[in-house]
């Protein structure tokens, strides 16, 4: 299996910019989560999803923030406009729920946002 | 409030040198505590979980504990291929795995 696949690894934009941070969950997987990782506040839960259904948003930062998982296979992370404190890695994991209780995610190897 | 604290925040040790990571937590109704691994540019990589106090997991040279206020990551003869950040993590609820600021190990030869 080709693990869970982030795209893109790094992404520079300007302030104000629309960025779109995609993720591939391994195949068969039911969870599926979005985390933020900076120096200052550590891995951060954004949201997570199962079956597709967003469960828990409490951890989205602002209205700026939105995720969507459309089918089993892909799920994004936008961020509309964009400001430079969003510059963090973004990191989605997957697992499955039989597994979830055992506390073992899969992560990918995550996609480095800076905004100048 | 729910939380983990780790420590140290760093540890540096010579190669050979045993010691052990530290999270402590005041969680109620701990369904799980988890141990990942985080290499440089890299997402984290699941250890092992603990479910009780007094249990024990062992993979290679380390080795998780758990009492009923913190668990503990023994290093045996640490290689400076376990250089790494070590994550403690437990669930809040639901499937929501909150993460601990972690303890980076720098292991030099």
Redo the contacts between chains.
Sequence with gaps: DAGVIQSPRHEVTEMGQEVTLRCKPISGHDYLFWYRQTMMRGLELLIYFNNNVPIDDSGMPEDRFSAKMPNASFSTLKIQPSEPRDSAVYFCASSLARISNTGELFFGEGSRLTVL | EDQVTQSPEALRLQEGESSSLNCSYTVSGL????WYRQDP??????LF?LYSAGEEKEKERLKATLTKKESFLHITAPKPEDSATY?C???AG?????????TRLFVKA
């Design positions: 369904r799980g505590l988890f540019g890299k997402g984290p990589e699941f979980t994550l993590a437990w669930v639901g499937f929501k795995t909150i993460f601990g600021a972690g």
